[in-house]
């Protein structure tokens, strides 16, 4: 049983991961599990406030799944499908009653589960293969579109810590 008490990079290897791409499993195992100690409880009522205009804690979520999926997409060499870019339309918009947060936190989960199944069917040999990017095709890398994968997840995590203690302050709530 791993020491949750660790870091996840410093539980040790993951099983089935090429050793190249570990630091990107990692980084998405730690920010699955932040985003889930920090939205444990927190008031739904507030998953779509923008305190100083910033992002809301609900888009970050629904980014968080949505750039993973596309992401992934690109390493595999595919084109983003029309579901997918309807969905990158809609993030940031008013949500529907059902996008709630259980529903957001599925999401993530879900893409994390993808993403870590994907690492572990990936040839460490195609990590140098090029991969265009969006619709202009833009050059990158398997490689460079896991790590970026990773990287950006933990980016939008630190957003997503920053707004939400913001709104969990106590003078927060009073003023909302």
């Known amino acids: 049983m791993p020491d949750r008490t660790l870091e996840v990079w410093l539980r040790g290897p993951l099983p089935h991961i090429p050793v190249l791409l570990q630091p990107v499993a990692h980084a998405l195992l730690q920010a699955q599990e932040e985003v889930h100690a920090l939205l444990d409880g927190f008031p739904e009522p507030l998953l779509w406030s923008r305190p100083a205009g910033v992002a809301s804690v609900g888009f970050h979520v629904q980014h968080l799944a949505g750039v993973l999926d596309r992401l992934f997409t690109y390493a595999r060499g595919e084109a983003l499908t029309p579901q997918q870019l309807k969905a990158l339309a809609q993030e940031g918009t008013t949500p529907t009653p059902e996008t709630t947060l259980a529903h957001l936190l599925a999401q993530f989960d879900t893409q994390v589960e993808e993403a870590l199944a994907q690492l572990r069917t990936t040839n460490p040999n195609t990590l140098s293969e090029t991969r265009g990017v969006g619709r202009k095709q833009i050059p990158s890398t398997v490689q460079g579109l896991l790590f ?29």
Not at 155 to 163: C, D, F, K
């Open 148 to 176: 970026h994968a990773a990287e950006h997840t933990q980016r939008h995590l630190g957003q997503l810590l920053v707004t939400a203690r913001i709104l969990l302050a106590p003078s927060a709530s009073a003023s909302q």
